[in-house]
């Protein structure tokens, strides 16, 4: 396991708290009605959030408005109180502005770097170019020779995300690129996918690379970072927020809409990665505008880790989880550190689709196997039960059946006489029966 892996575990861990915490206390409620009508932020319209008494979730204790992209950074502390829970309309929106494309800083040491400059190129970017690192931006020819820093090298300009600085997990972006296996398996999906175009949300590495391999005009790219501004032409990239459906630009929704509309609803399909922080019903209701402004629902890969599975599946009853564990290739937070747990049950994210799942092809030689009782790919540790009639394991682990519940249980859990039910070693140890 690299060190990657390990971070992201870490990370997933931490999530899975989140989520627990979400589901089980669920202090603070979403409220979504009427979402383009609330006060605005840089980052478009804010979200408004009702904190619910723990002891007692129907009793509202606090009502606000708050970012929707930033609100766990510091980099949007703007929140607004709302005195009339459920009545968004009292505090009045100010007009939608049009807000310059940011260039967001980075943290720790690489915050005194400038960033690159966001000057839309019109595509008359030459494929080669220096990027100087230690300034964080694409030099112009005449400037290069001044530039002696340490970091500066040649860069394939039809492919920013391999040399820009990730934007870090603190300030919101959460930046992963995708490491060279899950690309390779995600653009086999959209080379057999019989849909002709193809809609980016949030997957910057993933398009640059679907775009590269020609059809140019087939993808659009939407993402919050403003620096691809300077590596992609308005007809193929605006720069956008996931959580709101709020373009930065109005040129940017229109260069958007015109994408879309174009050809049929049904040859569109859309890859989305955001940042697992993310609220899943804020996500799937930025996904639902997304298909009113298509016409109908597109096909769809949500990357997302298998935990929120319940989540995504209450939103969207028909789609799937696929077993095919999608790796990241770097990022700036995560660290080896000691004492990090090894897991060999490797990355938590998954892909979420109402695409067919038996069309959708893992690679043999990374131990994936097709199970023709659920015609579908499964992991290698993932074995079908006769039973349950399913390939039942979702987290990377090998489950087994017990004949007492009836079901398929993690590895970890064991029937307990007492309770009536499989549960954890730990809960056994406590209530001894
Ligand atoms: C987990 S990364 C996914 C990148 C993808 N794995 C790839 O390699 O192409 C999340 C992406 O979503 C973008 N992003 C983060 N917050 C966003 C938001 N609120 N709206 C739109 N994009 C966002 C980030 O800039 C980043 O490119
Ligand atoms: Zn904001
Ligand atoms: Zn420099
Ligand atoms: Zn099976
Ligand atoms: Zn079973
Ligand atoms: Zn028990
Ligand atoms: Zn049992």
Known sequence: MNIVQKGIIQQSRILFQMAHRNAYRDSFQVDLTGLENNPQCPHGPMILFHRASTKKPSAITESFYACSAYRESKKCRLKIPCHKPGKQGVIPAKSTQEVPSQSPRLSGKDRKRKFDAVESTGGSLPREGWFCGHCGRLLEEDEVSSHKHKNLQKVDTRFPSRFLPPLDEERGEAQYFFDDKSLKFLLNILKAAKEKRVLYVGCPRLFEEA??????????????????????????????????????????????????????SKDLLMVMDPPFAGRVEVLANNLRQIFADIGSEGSVLWVFPYFFEKHVLREFPHFHMLDYKIEYDNH??????????????????????????????????????????????????????????????????????????????????????????????????RTPS
């Open 211 to 264: 775009s590269s391999e020609g059809k140019g005009s087939s993808n659009f790219l939407l993402d919050i970072d403003g620096r691809f501004e300077r590596y992609f032409t308005p007809e193929q990239f605006a720069q956008y927020n996931m959580f709101n459906h709020h373009f930065y630009k109005t040129s940017g929704r229109e260069n958007y809409m015109a994408f879309v509309s174009r050809g049929e």
């Open 332 to 429: 700036n937070k995560f660290k080896a550190q000691k004492g990090t747990l090894v897991n060999k049950r490797g990355s938590p994210v998954r892909l979420f689709t109402n695409m067919e799942p038996e069309k959708i092809k893992h690679p043999f030689e990374e131990g994936y196997w097709f199970c023709a009782d659920c015609q579908r790919f499964s992991a290698s540790e993932n074995r079908h039960c006769f039973a349950c009639a399913k390939c039942p394991s979702t987290d990377g682990k090998s489950w087994w059946h017990c004949g007492k519940c009836n079901r398929c249980v993690k590895p970890d859990y064991h029937h307990c006489v007492k309770c009536q039910r499989c549960h954890a070693e730990k809960c056994l140890q």
